[in-house]
């Protein structure tokens, strides 16, 4: 039982406020008198705002469902339905062109096009080592991945294989001459890569086992230092790569040249998520985000670690350092520069409660806090001052504005400077998605981040329209039209206010981290879109997509796209029903449910049983895929449209979920602590499964986490 220090109109947890008081407050310029009553006040001022508009969107879903109810649907009928969206107030007037104001951004978001990794900041392992993915080494990522086959000669082993240690030199002189070529000639036919020095400056030379000498056509030459090795430091593309040369390296020795390895700047931006990808139900795991955020602002965090026998500590990376080729020190940083993702403002917690014992939002409890241990950065994270703020789950333009003028009153309770919070809109709700314009234009001084997320955005697309009709089979929603306008319409929109030039204009995650050379082969395809930057699952993903970033020139290809015609709104609003023609037989409707019904016991199981919010789960044909709460989302919504509409029945649903139980159990025997769903089907995690489809309609907006988090506390409470 939680024990409850009582403020004036307020009753905030104790084990919170005691770390607010004896971790978070020392150090900092405010006594912790002076910051309960500034807590108290915001929250009082803000939390029946939130309440507002958290009922705004469920009188938008029921007045939109009333018409769907009245009309059918076809595209004949898109100016009634745009017209309608007017009418009620979804769709809001575009603004005039406007230009940002956005102050003090750090180079990492407002010049860098590059990979960006998402990971659970709950978990500490995961957060520290995603902020050492700022650098990372291209051989062991390619050595060590499906990147190389794994078969024949160059088969990965226990010990090392020089065969496909050779394999990698093989990519990595291909992959050089496509996005670091030389002068001329090839890497390929390269002896030696020195730095010379000169009588002002040094300068680097490649040696051709021909005897030319040569240079590197478009990467420039920044410095060099000597660890166990020769490093030489190139930039590209905003982006730095390392040389090491050592030939008494083991894998050096087998290099033509000497290369023994290629360090790659890589996940130069981290997001440390609290929200999608962790399982904070109460007051114990919302401490645990807050306390890693702290430690990671501090440039503390550490984690006790064990590998091959051999017990060690892995800290955060400290700054690279250099000499220029002028003679001249310098450094880089070492770790990825930090953005943090707070809840959303449909989510409550139990850290504080109001007079009456009700959960205040978690969202404004959320950034509060998290601002508050953000004043402990002092330039460790940002070299600006600004704190990043990633802001999910925000339904349109009031939504924004509301979390801005929050921001603005945070800022003045602590005394920062006005605009220091900069936000991140995920672009992830259908509304912001068809008001993005508008919502960038709510937070014009603060933004710095957009992105697109295919599961959020077709979840929420799902329930939008859950009164429509049926939807399409979920693999084909993919290539829908209105999926392939709202990837064009985010950059489109992003281009078009200006958001290139002071943030980051962003792609979805790559799911599947065991499949790194499809990855290779498909996801140049978001630099190519013009984004910025795009999620990966792993540093090994980040080093393998940083290649990508150095074949395509981003800033390039976005004044390329910035003359093209932009998505059209008719396109973006044609919701992916089935065709009234299509009829789908039984079989079908069978694989579409058993391939739901799995994904979401395989995600649901370990989210309750073992508080593991994002994790790789393996499909129904034991493809390991990342899944969170927002591929939970887009399966549940999608069984419980075509319940809804009558394609299957309540029975065949949980028919489907007892067999599909009995599949996970089957994938998880070897998972220690492990409880099985079957035969019982009774536990809470099956039973939580089966709540999130049969209440999949009434659940506001789809989203999952109410349910999520009662099962989650019957666990805990060993119910």
């Not at 998402?118 to 050595?143: C, E, H, K, M, T």
């Not at 959960?359 to 241990?373: A, N, R, S, Y």
């Not at 989302?633 to 449209?641: C, D, G």
Request: net charge negative; aromatic share 8%; charged share 25%.
């Amino acid at each position: 039982m939680t024990d409850y220090r009582k403020l004036t109109n307020l009753r905030v947890a104790k084990p919170f406020a005691d770390f607010i008081e004896q971790q978070v407050l020392p150090g900092l310029p405010i006594e912790p008198e002076t910051w309960w009553a500034q807590f108290e006040t915001l929250l009082l001022k803000h939390a029946p705002r939130n309440r507002e508009l958290l009922e705004q969107r469920d009188r938008l879903q029921r007045q939109i469902d009333d018409w769907h109810r009245e009309y059918d649907w076809t595209d004949q009928n898109f100016d009634t339905y745009r017209q309608f969206l007017r009418d009620i107030g979804y769709l809001q007037p575009e603004p005039e062109d406007f230009e940002l104001s956005v102050q003090g951004v750090d180079r990492e978001i407002r010049d860098i096009a590059a990979p960006q990794l998402v990971v659970p900041i709950n978990n500490a392992r995961f957060a520290v080592n995603a902020v050492n993915a700022r650098w990372g080494s291209l051989y062991d990522a390619l050595y060590g991945s499906d990147a190389i086959p794994d078969e024949g000669e160059t088969t990965r082993g226990k010990a090392y294989n020089p065969a496909r240690g050779r394999a990698v030199f093989d990519w990595c002189s291909e992959w050089m001459d496509q996005a670091l070529p030389l002068q001329q000639g090839s890497h390929s036919e390269v002896e030696e890569y020195a730095w010379q020095p000169g009588d002002e400056a040094g300068h680097l030379v490649v040696q051709l086992r021909d005897g030319r000498e040569t240079g590197f056509r478009d990467a420039e030459f920044r410095g060099w230092r000597e660890d166990s090795a020769k490093i030489l430091l190139l930039e590209h593309h905003g982006l730095h790569v390392e040389l090491h040369i050592d030939r008494e390296h083991p894998v050096g020795q087998d290099h033509p040249a000497g290369l023994a390895d290629i360090q790659l700047e890589a996940a130069v931006t981290v997001i440390q998520d609290g929200e999608d990808s962790v399982t904070a139900v109460d007051v114990e795991d919302k401490l645990l985000v807050y306390g890693n955020w702290l430690g990671l602002l501090r440039g503390e965090l550490e984690v006790p670690m064990e590998k091959a026998g051999k017990a060690f500590v892995r800290r955060m990376n400290p700054p690279r350092r250099y000499r220029s080729v002028n003679g001249d020190d310098f450094e880089l940083p070492g770790c990825a520069l930090m953005l943090l993702r707070n809840v959303g403002l449909h989510m409550e917690t139990d850290l504080v409660l109001d007079a009456d014992g009700r959960e205040m939002p978690e969202g404004l409890v959320d950034v509060l806090t998290t601002v508050l241990i953000a004043m402990h950065d002092r330039g460790r994270n940002s070299r600006e001052g600004s704190i990043y703020i990633v802001k999910p789950k925000m339904h349109g333009p009031d939504e924004v504005a509301f979390t801005c003028q929050l921001f603005a009153d945070i800022e003045d309770a602590l005394g920062l400077s006005r605009n220091t919070v900069k936000i991140g809109v995920m672009d992830e709700e259908r509304r912001t998605t068809v008001n993005l314009k508008a919502c960038i234009h709510a937070a014009r001084e603060r933004v710095i981040f957009i992105n697109t997320g295919f599961l959020d955005r077709t979840g929420d697309e799902i329930h939008t329209s859950m009164q429509a009709g049926p939807v399409l089979p979920k693999a084909e929603m993919k290539t829908a039209p209105w999926m392939l306008a709202y990837e064009d319409w985010n950059v489109d929109i992003g281009l078009a206010c200006g958001l290139d030039r002071v943030g980051q204009i962003g792609k979805g995650m790559w799911a599947v981290p065991d499949a790194m050379r499809a990855m290779l082969e498909q996801k140049i395809a978001h630099p190519e879109a013009g984004a910025s930057c795009a999620w990966v699952p792993s540093p090994t993903a980040a080093v393998l997509h940083a290649t990508h970033y150095h074949r395509v020139d981003v800033r390039q290809r976005q004044q390329e796209l910035r003359g093209q015609p932009r998505a059209r709104l008719e396109t973006l609003l044609q919701i992916p029903l089935l065709p009234p023609s299509r009829e789908l037989t039984d079989e079908a409707i069978q694989q579409e449910l058993d391939n739901n019904a799995q994904g979401i016991l395989g995600y649901v199981v370990k989210w309750i049983d073992q508080g593991i919010g994002c994790s790789k789960v393996p499909d129904i044909h034991d493809t390991g895929l990342m899944e969170d709460r927002a591929t939970l989302r887009i399966s549940s919504q999608h069984i419980a449209n075509w319940l809804e509409q009558g394609l299957c029945d309540a029975q065949q649903v949980v028919e489907t979920f007892q067999r599909m139980a009995q599949v996970v159990d089957r994938q998880n025997r070897d998972n220690p602590g492990y409880r099985t769903m079957a035969p019982g089907y009774d536990g809470p995690a099956f039973r939580c499964a089966l709540e999130l489809v049969l209440k999949g309609v009434e659940s506001p907006n789809g989203y999952t986490e109410a349910i999520l988090r009662r099962y989650r506390l019957m666990a805990k409470a060993g119910d």
